[in-house]
T-cell receptor, first 110, second 114 residues
């Protein structure tokens, strides 16, 4: 059951560029929308989460949710080589269920 | 502060051998605990979760099992490994189901079954 679609990439960008990642979903019951970052051979770590449609900023990161289109995005401004990682979107539904995207590998080239 | 530990970090096991992966959480009480598997190109798959000692919910029928003998300890086991059990196993915890139910993951255990 493909509830969350995320293009696995990889996505290569030069240092300083804007990285744009997105996920689409089909389940209207999704309530919270999260982005996790996963470095190679490590566990994912939460970057940010949001509940409502609109934008949420945290430093160089902006999460965007459009519930009407069932589409979420993550933007990374002024990308750095340290941003090279896999980014996973995740969405909460029900009491404790999280649906994850497959992850999008990002490579920032110095 | 809360920390989560997983071990072993890496292991290579022959088909048919047993498995035991351990996870412990420090700095919190009565956490919700989770086991996920991450296979290449397949994303994160929830295997088990637990809301308390001895309470295990299984999400996917398979030859794996989980146990929670103590409040902050979660163990993933198998009696006989299959080739398809290879993958990156992640333990995670959360404080509750309200809100976003943010998960904090361990560093993972990479299992290769030969």
């Amino acid at each position: 059951q493909k509830e969350v679609e995320q293009d696995p990439g990889p996505l290569s960008v030069p240092e300083g560029a804007i990285v744009s990642l997105n996920c689409t979903y089909s389940n209207s019951a999704f309530q919270y929308f999260m982005w996790y970052r996963q470095y190679s051979r490590k566990g994912p770590e939460l970057l940010m989460y949001t509940y409502s449609s609109g934008n949420k900023e945290d430093g160089r990161f902006t999460a965007q949710v459009d519930k009407s289109s069932k589409y979420i995005s993550l933007f990374i401004r002024d990308s750095q080589p340290s941003d090279s990682a896999t980014y996973l979107c995740a969405m909460k539904y029900g009491n404790n269920r999280l649906a994850f995207g497959k992850g999008n590998q990002v490579v920032v080239i110095p | 502060s809360q920390t989560i530990h997983q071990w072993p970090a890496t292991l290579v096991q022959p088909v048919g051998s047993p498995l035991s992966l351990e996870c412990t959480v420090e700095g919190t009480s009565n956490p919700n605990l989770y086991w996920y598997r991450q296979a290449a190109g397949r994303g994160l798959q929830l295997l088990f979760y637990s809301v308390g000692i001895g309470q295990i919910s299984s999400e996917v029928p398979q030859n794996l099992s989980a146990s929670r003998p103590q409040d902050r300890q979660f163990i993933l086991s198998s009696k006989k490994l299959l080739l398809s059990d290879s993958g990156f196993y992640l333990c995670a915890w959360s404080t509750g189901f309200s809100g976003a139910n943010v998960l904090t993951f361990g560093a993972g255990s990479r299992l290769t079954v030969l």
